[in-house]
């Protein structure tokens, strides 16, 4: 069993930074691939970004391309989400989701571990 813990959700405004952190523990480092999904109300979750287990692979929804950034890192097993020149559309749900795999796809429903998701708010 994979256990995932997010933080680093908040207001912030349009064109700020935010950082947000996913702990994963119950699996050895570099047995899970990991990403980054985000939801709106009335709306399906939509894949934001991805990394490889390595880290060495990774991809993003292009409406955030050389906005956000996925690495690994931290003395935990942790993925990171540095978010810049953030928009108000970037308002949703960010929720951390986990898989045993080399590397996860881009849909929902290829990860078996989610997080309980933090609130991100992007004001005008």
């Known amino acids: 069993q994979v256990h995932l813990v997010e933080s680093g959700g908040g207001v912030v405004q349009t064109g700020g930074s935010l950082r947000l952190s996913c702990a994963a523990s119950?699996?050895?480092?570099?047995?899970?691939?990991m990403a980054w999904f985000r939801q709106t109300p009335g709306n399906e979750r939509e894949f934001v970004a991805r990394?490889?287990?390595?880290?060495?692979?990774?991809s993003y929804l292009t409406a955030v391309e050389g906005r956000f950034t996925i690495s690994w890192g931290g003395a935990e097993d942790t993925v990171w989400l540095q978010m810049n020149s953030l928009k108000p559309e970037d308002t949703a749900v960010y929720y951390c989701?986990?898989?045993?795999?080399?590397?996860?796809?881009?849909?929902?429903?290829?990860?078996?571990?989610w997080g309980q998701g933090t609130q991100v708010t992007v004001s005008p």
């Open positions: 990394i490889s287990a390595s880290g060495q692979s990774s």
């Open positions: 989701a986990a898989v045993v795999a080399v590397i996860g796809g881009t849909v929902w429903d290829s990860y078996d571990y």
């Open positions: 119950g699996r050895k480092l570099g047995s899970l691939a």
